[in-house]
Structure formats: structure tokens, C-alpha cells
């Protein structure tokens, strides 16, 4: 979920693995970097696990034939904007330019993402017990108890140098799923008693669907979506402890089909 501009709320489904695994890296590689940017010990343990997820998510899949292939598709889709005669010529040769680079990198790279980190012994201690819940407490990992006490400069050095190894990864990601985003044409929708479908087209596949909400509106979207069509539901939950139920009114909307 990310802003779409001041007082605005963006929520985001994806329409393929390969979207839904990038967007799951963003939001670990931004909850690192924030947490990373504070000295307290509970943020380090914070940027820890992201990493430690980070490398969950590795062990998933293929992610560098898959961004090779995602960026393979977008250069392909560049190449072919530069026949339309509205495209900034100038902005195009950029992106075109950074695209060609990290597929250069990527293709290039002859180890996988955090390999020096796979090695690291307090980095796998750690990661071992963290399936366990509270499994990384002080008695459990002493070591990793007295790393944490360490100098908070030292400590933010080392975890840097850790996330680093995740640069291209993390490159590639957000360069790929900005082209996403800014694929969509936006149209403004009505969703009649809460409820809101339209049919998918299939020649050429949407990968994002984004709706966009004032932060005043009183409830959220539950976006669900098949090989043809999509549906978004907008509910409402006036109290935490209370079930979800759907809007009766009409709720007007900002829509994004992300098609690239």
C-alpha cells in the first residue's frame, strides 16, 4: 500500500506471481531501510528479519531468471514506445538506458543474492531460530545478545553492509515495478452499493490492478481477480474487534490497470 499523493491512499493487487514476489521485496526492503535508520537495538532486530525474510522469499523461486525476464519484457515494451511520437524521447533513452544496465548486471552476476550472507555464522544462528516463536530471545542467542549491545555506529555499519549485498536485487525490483505503475491510464469509477467489476482484457494482461482512495473515506477495497474479469468490494470496519461488512453506499474511486 503505498500514497498516491497527500491525503490519498493507494491499494495494490497484483495479477501474477512474479508482481506479488517484487511487491513482497519492496515492502521488506523498505521496512529495512527505515528501521536502519535508528539506532535502538529493536530496530536492528527489525532489519535482521527482514533480511532473514528477504532470504525466505529467495528460496521461492528463481528471482534473478524472473527479473531477467521481467526486464527482457520491459525493454521490449520500451523499444516499442519509441515509434509513438507523445513519448519524451529523451526520458525513454533513460529508462531504456537503466533497464539495459541492471539486465547487464543481473546477467553478469555469478553468485546469488546475499551469498556472502549465507556463510555469515551469527546471521544463520539467528535465522535458524527464528521460525521458533520468541526463538531469538537473549538466553537463546547469547552471541547474538552481545552483538546487538555492540556500538550502535559498528552495528548499523555491519547491518548495511548486509542489506548491500541485496542492492541489485533491490534495483531491479522497484525499477520493474515503477514501470508497472506508471503503465496504468487512470479512470474515475463508481462503485455501485460497494461493489465494483469489470472484465479483464486478455490480449494484453493487466498486472496490477491500483485503487485509489481519499484518507477520509470511511472504508477499503478487497480487490479479487480471475483470468477475465476483477472485482473490488469495498468494505468497512468501524471497530477492530468487530467483523468486516460491505458498503451500502456508492463509493467513488480512482482506478489504475497496470498493462505493460
Not at 546469488?112 to 546471521?123: I, V
Request: net charge neutral; proline share 4%; glycine share 6%.
Amino acid at each position: 500500500m503505498t500514497a498516491q499523493r497527500q491525503g490519498w491512499i493507494s491499494y495494490e493487487q497484483p495479477l501474477s506471481e512474479r508482481v506479488r514476489t517484487m511487491l513482497r521485496l519492496e515492502f521488506l526492503f523498505t521496512r529495512a531501510r527505515d528501521a536502519l535508520c535508528r539506532d535502538d537495538l529493536w530496530s536492528s532486530r527489525t532489519t535482521v528479519d527482514c533480511l532473514i525474510d528477504v532470504m525466505s522469499v529467495l528460496g521461492r523461486a528463481d528471482l534473478k531468471k524472473e527479473l531477467i525476464k521481467e526486464l527482457e519484457r520491459h525493454a521490449l515494451t520500451l523499444e516499442s514506445l519509441a515509434r509513438n511520437p507523445n513519448v519524451d524521447p529523451q526520458r525513454l533513452q533513460q529508462v531504456q538506458s537503466r533497464v539495459g544496465e541492471l539486465l547487464g548486471q543481473l546477467k553478469g552476476q555469478e553468485v546469488g543474492f546475499g551469498h556472502a550472507l549465507r556463510g555469515n555464522e551469527l546471521f544463520n544462528a539467528v535465522r535458524q531460530r527464528s521460525s521458533i516463536p520468541a526463538g531469538t530471545c537473549d538466553f537463546d542467542l547469547p552471541a547474538y545478545h552481545h552483538w546487538l549491545q555492540r556500538d550502535p555506529v559498528l552495528r548499523r555499519q555491519e547491518l548495511d553492509d548486509w542489506l548491500g549485498q541485496f542492492g541489485l536485487l533491490r534495483d531491479a525490483t522497484e525499477l520493474c515495478l515503477k514501470l508497472v505503475r506508471e503503465s496504468g491510464v487512470g479512470s474515475d469509477e463508481t462503485a455501485c452499493g460497494g461493489m465494483f467489476q469489470r472484465t479483464l482484457e486478455t490480449n494484453t494482461p493487466c498486472q496490477m490492478i491500483r485503487v485509489h482512495l481519499p484518507g477520509s473515506t470511511d472504508g477499503y477495497p478487497e480487490i479479487s481477480a480471475g483470468r477475465h474479469r476483477f472485482t473490488v468490494r469495498f468494505m468497512q470496519q468501524p471497530h477492530a474487534e468487530e467483523r468486516p461488512t460491505q458498503v451500502q453506499e456508492d463509493v467513488r474511486f480512482r482506478l489504475v490497470c497496470c498493462v505493460i
